[in-house]
C-alpha cells in the first residue's frame, strides 16, 4: 500500500522561483510530498500568487515590528493548522527563532546558493568569486540554529567561468537550485516515510 504524499508547508520572501520548482515537481503522480501551503513574512512576495494559481492556499503577514519569537509562533501555528510534516525554505530572508526550529527538527530543509560549508550567509557568488574558485554551487541542508549550519542532504556544482560576475553566477547557480531543490526533498520525504 503506498503512504500517502508528506505534507509540505514552503516559506518564501520574494519571487517564488524555487518554490514553483518544487511545487511542480510534487504534482508528478509518484511524487512522494505535497504542498500544502505557502507562507510568507512578505506580504506582497510575487511567489504568493504563483501558490494561488496552483491552488495552495497561502499565508502572508509581515515581521516588521514584531518579536521573532511571536512572528514564529504565528508561523508554527498557521504550518500545524494544516497538518504540515515537512517545511521547505525557498528565499525564506528571515532567521528562525531556535524555538520554532526546535519545535521542527529534522524537518526543516533549506536551499543555500554555495557549496556549504562554504560562505554561510549572504553575497555567495561574489565571494565565491573573490576567492578564485574553480566551482560554485548549491546545498539542501536541514535547519539548525545555526545559520546554514545543518547537515547538508544534496549539492549541485557549476563551474565559475572567466569573466563571471555575481548575476551571471547567480544566474546558472539558480538552474541548479530549482531541480537540485526538487529530487532532495522528494528523499528526504521519502526518509520520512
Not at 26 to 35: G, I, L, T
Not at 139 to 148: K, M, Q
Not at 158 to 182: I, K, M, S
Request: glycine share 8%; hydrophobic share 45%.
Amino acid at each position: 500500500m503506498k503512504a500517502d504524499p508528506v505534507r509540505v508547508g514552503i516559506l518564501i520572501s520574494g519571487r517564488g522561483s524555487n518554490m514553483a520548482s518544487l511545487v511542480k515537481a510534487s504534482e508528478a503522480p509518484d511524487s512522494p510530498y505535497r504542498v500544502v501551503r505557502v507562507l510568507s513574512n512578505v506580504e506582497d512576495a510575487g511567489g504568493l500568487a504563483i501558490a494561488a494559481v496552483a491552488g495552495i492556499p497561502t499565508w502572508a503577514k509581515s515581521h516588521k515590528g514584531m518579536p521573532r519569537a511571536e512572528f514564529d509562533a504565528l508561523l508554527d501555528a498557521e504550518l500545524r493548522a494544516a497538518d504540515v510534516e515537512l517545511i521547505a525554505l525557498a528565499g525564506y530572508m528571515r532567521l528562525l527563532s531556535p524555538e520554532f526550529i526546535a519545535g521542527w527538527q529534522g524537518r526543516i530543509l533549506n536551499i543555500h546558493p554555495s557549496l556549504l560549508p562554504l560562505y554561510k550567509g549572504l553575497d555567495t557568488h561574489a565571494r565565491a568569486i573573490a576567492a578564485g574558485d574553480a566551482e560554485a554551487g548549491c546545498s539542501v541542508h536541514v535547519v539548525t540554529p545555526e545559520l546554514d549550519d545543518g547537515p547538508v542532504v544534496a549539492q549541485a556544482r557549476v563551474p565559475v567561468l572567466p569573466g563571471d560576475t555575481p548575476d551571471t553566477l547567480a544566474e546558472r547557480v539558480l538552474g541548479q537550485e530549482h531541480a537540485l531543490y526538487a529530487r532532495a526533498l522528494a528523499d528526504y520525504a521519502r526518509s520520512l516515510r
